[in-house]
């Protein structure tokens, strides 16, 4: 493999951007989205050693209770980008591997990588992947853990860096039209791979995995068209199994013009009827886990959260209240507990 493709699914140093309608969320205004957009790619602020501290630790409960499950592979996907007016509390997901290269339960993940301008496959630490998130104050995490039947191939797909590589798309739209092989948002590629290892064709088919065509040591985390009929075949066969993308209802206003402001936003994938009722489908944390949860009913969710220095673990389907306030039944762990003990939920 070249290093220009271990870079790509290894590199950790590169400057990214989740990917999130964040400006759809951020304002109104033409000239508030505008503005968003002005900041879109740059670094986050620096967090305070306290802050750091938190997420660290938060991090390290994650990692724990996933290697406490005895699975190897978790959807994962991170609250970011403030998407509470679409009903939506996370933005980002990747597939957390506890077999990865990089090191266990790092998040294998699209990226835009705002200096090189196109999408990127990453793997990350949980911390990292964790300190994506927008708010340093507060921040969720939810874990879902298929069954053997379904992880195992799913496991081996996102392992393998040729098999990943094959269904990155070539441009980036933070709201790509879920059926669409136009453009790609880090959502869609996790799903995609979900597609092809679960797809009984496929597996019973080899050639059916449309391989990237070029020599093992060229770059092939550049997309070629064998990469949009890799993908193509996935969206098939996911509205074959009756998947539904997330529907981001904007209404009346200036928001769906927004892509001839926004590079990362665009309009021209989506079918026209949408664009009449100021709509986009677009594939997100939530729409992919009720895939999963239907597709593969025996699924398990963990969802954590944290806020001042508690953590909240939730066992479930059922979310975690907004400003993660426990349940009767959920584990609640202090950070400041010297032996790292779980305390009663209040």
């Not at 990588?113 to 196109?118: G, K």
């Not at 070629?224 to 009346?252: C, H, I, K, N």
């Amino acid at each position: 493999m070249s290093r220009e493709v271990a870079a790509s699914v290894r590199g950790r140093r590169a400057r990214v951007v989740a990917h999130g309608l964040s400006t759809l969320a951020l304002g109104a205004a033409v000239g508030s989205a505008d503005a968003a957009a002005l900041h879109y790619c740059d670094r986050p602020a620096p967090l305070t050693a306290e802050q750091q501290d938190t997420v660290l630790r938060f991090a390290g409960i994650v990692k724990a209770e996933l290697e406490a499950t005895g699975e190897r592979l978790a959807l994962v996907s991170r609250s970011g980008l403030d998407l509470s007016r679409f009903g939506m509390r996370y933005s980002h997901a990747g597939l957390s591997l506890k077999s990865s290269g990089n090191a266990p339960w790092s998040v294998r993940q699209l990226y835009y990588a705002c200096d090189e301008r196109r999408p990127k496959i990453y793997d990350q630490g949980m911390a990292g992947f964790l300190l994506g998130a927008d708010s340093p104050h507060i921040g969720y995490l939810s874990a879902v853990l298929v069954p053997a039947a379904e992880s195992v191939p799913l496991e081996r797909a996102a392992l393998d860096d040729r098999r990943a590589l094959s269904l990155l798309g070539g441009r980036y739209s933070a709201n790509a039209f879920a059926y669409s092989a136009q453009y790609q948002n880090c959502n869609q590629w996790v799903l995609e791979l979900l597609a092809t290892a679960w797809d009984a064709r496929a597996a019973a088919d080899p050639a059916a995995h449309t391989e990237v065509d070029a020599p093992v040591d060229a770059p092939v985390d550049v997309a070629t068209p064998a990469a949009d009929t890799s993908r193509r075949r996935a969206q098939d066969w996911l509205q074959a199994q009756g998947y539904e993308p997330a529907v981001f209802d904007l209404g009346a206003g200036p928001w769906i013009w927004l892509g001839a402001l926004v590079p990362w936003l665009h309009s021209d994938d989506h079918p026209s009827e949408d664009l009449a009722r100021h709509r986009y489908r677009v594939s997100m944390p939530a729409s992919i886990e009720a895939f999963v949860h239907v597709t593969a009913p025996a699924s398990r969710r963990l969802e954590f959260c944290h806020v001042g220095r508690r953590v909240v673990i939730r066992h479930g389907w059922a979310p975690i209240d907004d400003g993660c306030q426990p349940g009767e039944h959920d584990t609640v762990i202090s950070l400041d507990a010297t032996d790292g003990a779980a305390l009663a939920a209040p």
